[in-house]
């Protein structure tokens, strides 16, 4: 069973990434393939943490061939830990194992971002391969490896914190120092290009960031989009987490000695929901510039998948042969459904995208702009016009639009304009030194961040 399902599935990933004009994760799909593509002529991007300095590393020899390439690359490792959950499950002597795979490559959150060039499936993979090898007694690699998962996104910290907590409790004492190499490693070679002695904390954008334009939200918000973003496995997941918290006393005593649940308490359950937590919290206090982005619980995919097998399992278990039958039916229809009732395949290309799109049209159709500085807010724009986006002599972010040259473009978007640039319309729009050659506005309007209808507007300093 499970060699059909993942044959299946991998060939649908495979179209989807090859057919879809559009992509998922927004700009910032973009911005990663643009920091991973453009690190080798700007070696200080190795180190750019909002980049992420992992995933830039790995994705940087396929972005020399172009977005597709790095969005074929992401889909390889969506597979590669989909085949793992798989080995996973049998290790842990799952029944139903083909069902792992089944729960998370169904995902509305993997399938609905399975064609981009986002961070959450690289540390999804950490957390992936560090189950793998624990299961497999091989601790010494496992906590090696999964100490760099800070920076394949920073949430990787919540999970480091929650294995120091399973070394303690089941006395491993001489793997925690490994669980800090991969920040000891990036925190010198931080330190030797900025002189920034806690480079990963001092430089980490989230910490640091000065925008507050995003707001927070309910305290419930990701549990009330759970099933929308894990499918109706969430339900199991539920189940078998009230299941598996009832040993928390004796877990925490440390009178549990069989390995396989302590694995399932401290890692499969108390990290995953550890990263839900701390998810919650920040959206729900605004915090380190929190969106509240379903994307992000990507990474915990596969954890909940091994819950949500489990709680399947459970209750299953407990009904006659029809019920079960019926139970595996209704069950299956709906997380096949799950995805393909939350988003479009092959991915569309965006509204935002498809309004640049004019606007990299028209540049191309005027000699007289072709070869002017441009300031935009979008890295879409410099990707599709083959620019390097830092190269300051032919391109700069909007926010530096102020010290713009006679004859400079300046491309405003009512969405990180006066959002993430702190640009507001007016700063150009009532500076007579900034000329309007031309207007662009969607013929169905929609909405952007904080209620700005999307338009572009395309000035000239003069």
Not at 360 to 388: C, S, T
């Amino acid at each position: 069973m499970f060699y059909l399902i993942f044959t299946i599935l991998s060939l649908f990933y495979l179209w989807n990434g090859w057919w879809s004009e559009g992509f998922n994760g927004g700009a910032d799909s973009i911005t990663h393939f643009q920091v991973a593509k453009f690190s080798w002529a700007h070696p200080y991007l190795l180190l750019d943490q909002w980049g992420k300095p992992v995933f830039t590393l790995c994705a940087s020899p396929f972005a020399q061939w172009g977005f597709k390439a790095v969005v074929f690359f992401n889909i390889a490792l969506i597979l590669w830990g989909a085949w793992l959950s798989w080995r996973i499950a049998a290790l842990l002597k799952l029944d139903n194992a083909w069902m792992v795979p089944f729960f998370a490559l169904f995902a509305p959150v993997v399938m609905g971002n399975g064609v981009s060039a986002l961070t959450e499936m690289s540390c999804a993979l950490f957390l992936i391969i560090y189950l793998y090898l624990i299961l497999r007694n091989q601790f010494v690699w496992a906590s090696l490896i999964v100490s760099f998962m800070p920076f394949a996104r920073s949430e990787g910290f919540v999970v480091l914190a929650v294995l120091f907590f399973y070394y303690v409790f089941t006395r491993r004492w001489k793997y925690i120092p490994l669980l800090v190499f991969g920040s000891v490693v990036y925190d010198v070679l931080g330190y030797l290009q900025t002189g920034q002695a806690l480079w990963i904390f001092s430089d980490n954008p989230y910490v640091t960031t000065a925008v507050n334009v995003y707001g927070g939200g309910s305290l419930f918000h990701f549990f009330l989009l759970a099933i929308p973003v894990f499918g109706v496995a969430f339900i199991f997941v539920l189940y078998a987490t009230v299941l598996k918290a009832k040993s928390c006393r004796t877990m925490l005593a440390g009178k549990v000695t069989d390995e396989h649940a302590r694995i399932w308490f401290w890692v499969i359950l108390g990290a995953s929901w550890a990263y839900f937590a701390a998810h919650t919290l920040l959206w729900w206090q605004g915090l380190w510039a929190s969106f509240g982005l379903t994307r992000v619980m990507f990474v915990i995919a596969v954890p909940f998948a091994l819950l949500a097998v489990y709680g399947f399992n459970s209750i299953a278990s407990r009904l006659g042969n029809l019920s079960r039958t019926a139970l595996s039916a209704v069950v299956i229809t709906l997380t096949v459904a799950g995805p393909f009732l939350a988003d479009d395949y092959p991915v569309p290309l965006g509204p935002e995208e498809q309004e640049y799109n004019k606007v990299i049209a028209w540049i191309a159709g005027r000699p007289e702009a072709g070869g002017k500085k441009i300031y935009a807010a979008n890295y879409y724009l410099p990707m599709q016009m083959g620019i390097d986006p830092y190269d300051k002599a032919v391109y700069e972010p909007l926010r530096s639009c102020r010290e713009a040259k006679p004859g400079d473009l300046i491309l405003w978007d009512a969405h990180f304009g006066p959002n993430e640039h702190q640009v507001p319309f007016a700063t150009l729009a009532r500076d007579r030194a900034f000329v309007l050659l031309e207007k662009w506005a969607p013929d169905q309007k929609f909405s952007t961040l904080n209620g700005y209808d999307f338009e572009l507007w395309l000035f000239e300093k003069k």
